[in-house]
């Protein structure tokens, strides 16, 4: 059996299995209230419902592959998907009270979040016993490249891997000799292509997992589509150019959205505009020139979460963990970025969007360019609130492994793409961690850097 066709298998056996779980969550709560009659009354509904609870489990991202993940991220984003579910059940019965009532809806909510939360957690540490406590080898350039893999492992969640051995290239006449005592290899991205094949096709012979971490330019290759020139095999690759009816979907989603989310939020908005000059000195505001789509500079709006020309005494530095230039409210307003809520005005404005690369400073543009020539490509589209690698990384993320999302979203944008993040944004913003600024250890001086590449102070 195919990996592809196993995958979508296992899709397809776990929607089934959450379409029984909510019919039966239903059955139990109409026989709650209605013993005898109450099912027949409303089961032509229960299918619409269950394809909108589906539909809502996707955009929450919960078909994805969630092995190697968190327990507690996947019970989260059920808890959230089925808010946003029940809601839309209860708005349902409050337009059609005559067809079934809102306190069935929400009993079965309940039946329903039980179910599934049961059946996915099983499943989850089933997957654990499959795929977890993997003994791992890294493959490195260096030892130090090696460590710096190491504690990516470190700090996954925990029990799924277990290094025990780093080889560098140096020594890798070894390899082969640790592959029988490990069941992963990860090749670090700083050893040579030409060999990270090699080490690829031995250990396939072995029947070890491989891991690799790709390079910027084979994202290309994602969509790329197997042709035939003559008797040779070629791959096309198709251009990444935005339809014009996803440009219009866009603008429209993002306009409706910035205008609903401003009005609704405009007492916490105007609560902030008076309190953050009243808690430390300086305007309520924080303005900087960034720049957008196509290179075209822009003045970003933002809330000011530290003090006043906090980069006047530091130069262009990366926030801390612990930064003392942030400000006590700016410390809450960064934790649940609401700092972010004035940029809505710039999704107004056309400057951003909702969904998309976060915008950069010209200043940091132009070093990283240097560095990463593929990061021009992030200016294909339109900069957003938030985007990929904001519910995929971290703040502290490298410049590189955050490219990487930024990339995958310019290859592959899309109005349904869009809904997904901005879902999931919900996630991140009630989660702190992925707020957090760069841990400093102690007797450690920060240099002058931004996410992982060191920069010359901006004067």
């Not at 930064?323 to 809450?332: A, E, K, L, M, N």
């Not at 809520?341 to 400057?351: A, E, R, S």
């Amino acid at each position: 059996m195919s990996s592809h066709f196993s995958k979508r298998l296992e899709k397809i056996l776990l929607i089934g299995t959450d379409v029984f779980l909510l019919y039966i969550g239903y059955i139990l709560s109409l026989f709650l209230y209605y013993p005898l009659t109450g099912y027949e009354a409303t089961t032509n509904h229960t299918l619409m419902l269950i394809t909108l609870c589906i539909l809502t489990f996707y955009l929450f991202d919960l078909y994805a592959d969630w092995k190697r993940k968190s327990s507690s991220n996947l019970l989260f984003t059920i808890f959230l998907a089925m808010m946003v579910f029940t809601f839309s059940t209860c708005t349902f019965a409050f337009f059609l009270p005559d067809v079934i009532e809102a306190y069935v809806l929400l009993t079965a909510s309940f039946f329903q979040f039980f179910l599934i939360v049961t059946a996915r957690l099983s499943l989850w540490h089933v997957n654990k016993l499959r795929y977890g406590k993997k003994k791992v080898l890294i493959v490195s350039k260096s030892n130090m490249d090696g460590q710096k893999m190491a504690e990516k492992f470190h700090h996954h969640h925990k029990g799924w891997f277990h290094v025990t051995e780093i080889v560098t290239i140096q020594n890798k006449g070894s390899i082969k000799k640790y592959l029988t005592q490990n069941d992963v290899v990860i090749i670090s991205p700083e050893v040579s292509r030409s060999l990270q094949a090699t080490i690829t096709n031995l250990c396939m012979r072995h029947g070890k997992e491989v891991l690799i971490v790709p390079e910027l330019f084979e994202f290309v290759l994602m969509d790329a589509q197997m042709q035939q020139v003559d008797d040779m095999m070629v791959f096309s690759i198709p251009s990444n150019k935005v339809s014009g009816i996803h440009q219009i979907f866009k603008r429209s989603m993002d306009i409706v959205f910035s205008l609903t989310l401003l009005l609704l939020l405009s007492p916490v908005l105007l609560a902030l505009y008076v309190l953050i000059p009243l808690t430390s000195k300086g305007s309520a505001f924080f303005r900087q020139e960034r720049i957008g789509m196509n290179g075209k500079p822009f003045q970003i709006i933002k809330f000011r979460s530290m003090i006043e020309e906090a980069e006047k005494i530091t130069g262009p530095v990366l926030a801390l963990d612990k930064d003392p230039r942030i400000t006590s409210i700016g410390r809450v307003l960064r934790a649940i970025r609401l700092d972010e809520l004035p940029q809505l005005l710039n999704v107004l404005k056309g400057d951003m969007s909702l969904i998309g690369p976060r915008p950069e400073r010209s200043f940091f543009i132009n070093q990283f360019k240097k560095e990463i020539p593929e990061y021009v490509e992030r200016l294909a589209v339109k900069p957003g609130i938030t985007g990929l690698a904001q519910v995929n990384a971290y703040y502290s993320t490298t410049v590189q492994d955050k490219l990487r999302y930024d990339l995958i979203y310019v290859r592959n944008c899309s109005f349904i793409l869009d809904i997904k993040i901005l879902l999931q944004t919900i996630r991140v913003v009630l989660q702190r961690k992925q707020a957090m600024g760069v841990t400093v250890k102690a007797g450690v001086e920060p240099k002058a850097n931004y996410n992982g590449i060191t920069i010359a102070k901006h004067n």
